[in-house]
């Protein structure tokens, strides 16, 4: 049963232009929620989090927001570069216990 | 030099022999993870380690042991391999104390397994 789930396999955004990534989560325990991102033959590094007690964080040309109410939570990114091109997985956790949850992935694709 | 290392990079083997995956850190972290990837399952938690005496199973832990050799050393070791152990294995490592909210986890870059 999964728990964190990215429902689009892939997205394609020209450069320049917005790019939204979604995450639905099932368990209402999760207190803490990270995106990663992860190029080929490279392990997956740290992106971005939020607490449950906000609704939105931002960090540069990523912000992340999150709807509790809808168990939601999208990553924008503005604006889109070639280089943001990657694969980025959603991942929630609760009291810091470590057992990070990912949902499926979602590859980004930037076209210059 | 990288933060997080794994040996080997890629291996490729064939059922039913043993295989072992190294991680080694010099994060100087206590909390370490091993994962695997599959195509359209995203990361999945093998097992997990707290400090040295704690070893702990994650969602998907038949089939593999686990050995924490010291701080910065933890083990995968899968018994008797089978071909649907074929995926890419990540090892993880996380500070809790480093003043963050939350267990952010650093990975090493993965290890191709291949089971024939």
């Known amino acids: 049963d999964q728990q964190v789930k990215q429902n689009s396999p892939s997205l394609s955004v020209q450069e320049g232009r917005i790019s939204i990534l979604n995450c639905d989560y099932t368990?209402?325990?999760?207190?803490?929620f990270l995106w990663y991102k992860k190029y080929p033959a490279e392990g997956p590094t740290f992106l971005i989090s939020?607490?449950?007690?906000?609704d939105k964080n931002e960090d540069g040309r990523f912000t992340v927001f999150l709807n509790k109410s809808a168990k939601h939570l999208s990553l924008h990114i503005v604006p889109s570069q070639p280089g943001d091109s990657a694969v980025y997985f959603c991942a929630a956790d609760y009291n810091q216990g470590g057992k990070l949850i990912f949902g499926q992935g979602t590859e980004l694709s930037v076209k210059p | 030099d990288a933060d997080v290392t794994q040996t080997p990079r890629n291996r490729i083997t064939k059922t039913g022999k043993r295989i072992m995956l190294e991680c080694s850190q010099t994060?100087?972290?206590?909390?370490m993870y091993w994962y695997r990837q599959d195509p359209g399952l995203g990361l999945r938690l093998i097992y997990y380690?707290?400090?040295?005496?704690?070893?702990n199973k994650g969602e998907i832990s038949d089939g593999y042991s686990v050995s924490r050799q010291a701080q910065a050393k933890f083990s995968l070791s899968l018994e008797s391999a089978i071909p649907n152990q074929t995926a890419l294995y990540f090892c993880a490592t996380s500070d809790p104390g480093a003043g963050l909210m939350t267990d952010t986890q650093y990975f090493g870059p993965g290890t191709r397994l291949t089971v024939l």
């Open positions: 994060k100087g972290h206590d909390r």
């Open positions: 939020i607490s449950s007690i906000k």
């Open positions: 368990n209402s325990m999760f207190d803490y």
């Open positions: 380690s707290f400090d040295v005496k704690d070893i």
